[in-house]
């Protein structure tokens, strides 16, 4: 009964986002009041069903329903009750429903929170969003209904795949589902712009709070997906460049450039049609990024489906939505005349460069993730692009954006002194290539990578800091200090965002530079250097038993010029319902560096396979990932930046 409640919500969900696509729209044409207010009930009236189908599925999960073809095929009666629940969205039709219930959900926040909005532009941005409701609600009725029955119901289910059986498929899909499906507010505030034909600065700081939240989220997503292949695959490394981790970077990369590329419209009414275009563009690849999920067309231990009827509907979606957005660019974008003039030297022009540098590297991940397909289809060849590719393609471009971002925070609008801002950055300078000297003079090995990271990390860490400073004034030094801590929470935002972004950097450059790798078969007993460490290999235990699984666990001892560091138990996991085996790397934490251990197969000789690493700075990525993030919600905090600001200016934007 409650699976059948759950089936019939999710089709009055779609009646409800067909009315709500249709009839805000015609009201703001009209000027209809009344067809206006509608989609604010519409938009809640379709949270509340899409939950209801969520909660039914969730239910079915929980009871192990195995009448449910879903819940047989991605559950377990024996599986733990975390991921039964997690199993939710652990597969294609169940990420689905989660992905519709929170696009439903900002459309529902804008129906709460968008009383500061015109009448008008909030009926079309509901109207829109509405539109891409209907769009994947039948994408999910039509071809990948979550309520199907089984005639016959097994006694038990076949389980989950055991690499989803962990407590990151709980908190990484709901993150980049909300910063995916974010963007879409992006697109619905564009869309509705070029409908009414009219972008302003107090449209801009309405859009900058939605994208600002999809991008916090994205980043929370994707550095929680790193850190889930860095502990649970055993491969001791952090990103794979994998095509679905790629669709994943390009909507960051594109939410990053309109973010930047907003505030220039905000503070200069310029760049208008390009903050248009990377909205549709970001929200856009987002639709790319299912695409590559859940089509099938390119093979990447992240998909969830292999159907090409679900692709070709998936690229249908993609046609209506981001070819209806270009095109209805091409002919209303020259309508979006720029008031505002800058020099080649200010900070717009810095802006731009950093649009400019933030979009062609998402286009490099694009081609590079794409070309495999294309070479097959044209010329029937198969090849592989890895890391070597992407690494030469990319990097460039971001180290490019590091050297920028100091300098163009620090240069004045409309017309910028280089000489002037650069003389605020000799003492950061200075630090920097002093700290990349220090660190090349330190390494066993010459190489200039980690050096180089360092240097450029401490540039857009101190520079971040001495851009706070200027704006202080030209006191004394406490009182200096004291109008630091009354700065606009937007400006510590920015600064906050911007260090982390620096850490990562030099994180992943010392990652890449100084990490210790050894691979050998080991006796029990035996004790083998890894660099300054002792491991030695006590035991292996084989064949314990777990909730639902049989592990083959190691005992694995570490030393330091001889007092014990720590001991750790890597082990080997085998789930009897899957036949699948996994791998659960042991890592030892720490602020400098990750002691990283994983057990392999046993030899003939009675040994076993060991790899070992030391992560140098392994920690200080993801902690870099979740300061980009913290800079962003607070200046998401700034009450300039909320939903609701600008409301002043409402009645100057009627259409």
Known sequence: MITELGHFALVLALAVALVQAVVPLVGAARGWRGWMGLGDTAALLQVLLVAVAFAALTHAFVTSDFSLALVTGNSHSAKPMLYKISGVWGN???????WSLILASYGAAVAIWGGGLPPTLRARVLAVQGAIGVAFLAFLLFTSNPFLRLANPPFDGQDLNPL??????????????????????????????LIGGRVDAAWARWVRPWTLAAWIFLTIGIAMGSWWAYYELGWGGFWFWDPVENASLMPWLFAAALLHSAIVVEKRESLKAWTILLAILGFGFSLIGTFIVRSGVITSVHAFANDPERGVF??????VFVGGGLTLFAARGAALQAKGVFGLVSRESALVFNNLLLSVAAFVVFIGTIWPLVAELFWDRKLS???????????????????????????AWKRGDVPRAGRALVPVLLLSAGLAALAYSMQTQRSALGPIGLGLGAWVVFGSLADLWGRTGRQGFGERLA?????PRADWGKATAHIGFGITLFAVAALLSWKVEDIRVVQPGETFPLGRYDVTLVQVQTDLQGPNYLATQAELRVTRNGPQVTTLFPEKRVYPVTRMPTTEAAIDYGFWRDLYLVIGDQQENGGWTVRSYIEPFANWLWAGCLIMALGGGISLTDRRYRLAAGAAKAKAVTA
């Open 314 to 319: 998936i690229l249908l979606i993609l046609a």
């Open 92 to 98: 294609h039709e169940g990420s689905l429903l989660l």
């Open 385 to 411: 692009v890895g890391a070597p590719f992407f690494n030469a393609a990319f990097t460039p471009f971001i180290v490019a954006l590091a050297v920028l971002l100091p300098l163009g925070a620090m240069l």
């Open 164 to 193: 989803l059986q962990d407590p990151g498929l709980a908190f990484h899909p709901p993150f980049l589902y909300l910063g995916y499906v974010g963007l879409s507010m992006a697109f619905s505030f564009a869309i509705a712009a």
């Open 483 to 487: 109008r630091m801590t009354r700065l």
